[in-house]
């Protein structure tokens, strides 16, 4: 991309007012952080595809990362933030009061953590001469990993209640 960044920054906080001051705008956001649901089931096991070809996995991408994606999106729309990045993004809304800090705390290092996992997982494909993907085996993680996994999800879980709580009712 090529042009004066100034343009790109009005536009953004052009954006950020406008999406901010939108009650419909930001309930589809909600709706649509909510959509993504974490890798969990019944009794708040992990919840690996049961069916097909993706059979035991989760998809870390679709049920771990995108929903913290769509959080932080959410909280940085509501805010008016104008951080881009979703660390920065969950810290800014944590720091303005919006998002606990323990909710936020947890959140980025499951980001961080499921991001890791995918990122191993994706390494260990492209050494052995695979296509990298983001389903991860569950049988492949130590008990320490599906611990860590399981716990990841939960507090997706637990933020994604968080907002259905404040936002939809």
């Known amino acids: 991309a090529h042009g004066d960044a100034r343009l790109l920054e009005a536009l953004r906080a052009e954006v950020r007012g406008r999406a901010m001051q939108s009650g419909l705008f930001l309930g589809h956001m909600v709706g649509n952080a909510l959509c993504a649901r974490p890798a969990l089931g019944w009794f708040g096991r992990l919840a690996a595809t049961r069916f097909g070809a993706e059979r035991g996995t989760i998809d870390l991408k679709r049920h771990g990362l995108i929903p913290i994606v769509d959080l932080a999106r959410v909280y940085a729309l509501k805010g008016g933030h104008a951080a881009v990045n979703t660390v920065e993004r969950l810290r800014t809304a944590m720091q303005a009061g919006e998002l606990g800090a323990d909710e936020a705390h947890n959140l980025i290092e499951s980001f961080e953590f499921i991001g890791a996992l995918r990122l191993a997982h994706q390494a260990r494909q492209i050494d052995a001469g695979i296509p990298s993907d983001n389903l991860l085996a569950i ?31």
Do not use: D
């Open 139 to 169: 049988a492949t993680l130590s008990g320490f990993e599906r611990v860590q996994l399981r716990e990841a999800m939960r507090v997706i879980g637990r933020v994604q209640a968080l907002l259905r709580q404040r936002h939809l009712q």
